[in-house]
C-alpha cells in the first residue's frame, strides 16, 4: 500500500491478489492514474476507481472497461482534466460533447470525417474546420458553414474550394481579410474584392490586382481611410497647393496623409 501510494506505478509489481484489490488500486491510480493500466478486469470496471483515475489523468480513461468509456460521469471528469480523453470515449459521448463545444473535435479524431458531427461544430464556430478531415475540408456544404460563421476559416478549405466564388463571397461577407485566403483566381473578380473591402478596409492589402482601381479604392478608403495607405502610387498625387479649385471640385476625394514621416494633403485621382 505504502508503495503505490507513493508511486501508483508500482502496481505493475503487485499480486493479482493486490491489483484486484481496491483499496490498494484506489491509492494507485490517486496517484497516477494511469495505474489503473495494471489493474484488475473487474476493478477497471469500478466507477468509483475508473473516476479517481481519470481525475488524476484523464488519459486513464483508455485504460477502462467498454462500460465505463460509455459512461457520461467518467467521460466528462476525464475530459474536464484532459481534453485528449475524448478520444477514448464512446462515439455516442464524443458527438454529444462535441455538440456542446466545438473545440472538442480536436480530440474526437475518430469523428473528423462525420459530416453531421462536424458541421455541428463548425456551426458553433468555424475555425473548427482546422480539425475537419481532408475529405470535409472539400466538402461545399460544410465550409460554406464555416466561412458563414467565422469568414477566417477559409484558411482551413480545400485548395480546390478557395478557388469557388460562392465560398469565398460567403466568406469575405463575414470577414473582409479573408480574402488573403481566397485563390489567386478569386482575387481577380471585382465583385469578390468589393465586397471584401467594403466590409474590411484593410483587404485592399490583398487585393494586389486592383489597388489602382478607383473604385475598389475608394470603397476602402471610405470605410477606413487608413487603407489609403495600401493605393498604388499611381492614384496618389504629389502634395497640392490647397488651391481653391481643387477643394471645390467634388469628384475629387481628400485625404489628411502622413508621408516619409512629414504629412501632405493628398487626393485621389478619380
Known sequence: MAAVAQNGDALQYASDELKNDKEVVTAAVAQDGTALYYASDELKNDKE???AAVIQDGGALRFASEELENDKEVVMAAVA???DALEYASEALQKEKVAQDWRALEYAKDLRGDQ???MAAVTQNGDALRYA?????????VVTAAVRNNGLALRYASEALRDVKEIVMAAVKNNGLALDHASDYVKNDKEIVMA???QNARA???AVLWLNDKDVVNAAVTQ???ALEYASEELLQQPD???SEDLDDLDNLYFYFDNHGSSHHYKLRF
Open 196 to 198: 471584401a473591402v467594403t
Open 133 to 141: 478531415s481532408e475529405e470535409l475540408k472539400n466538402d461545399p456544404q
Open 241 to 243: 497647393d490647397n488651391s
Open 49 to 51: 476507481i475508473v473516476l
Open 204 to 206: 485592399l492589402q490583398y
Open 224 to 226: 477606413d481611410d487608413g
Open 116 to 118: 453531421e458531427v462536424v
Open 81 to 83: 482534466q484532459n481534453g
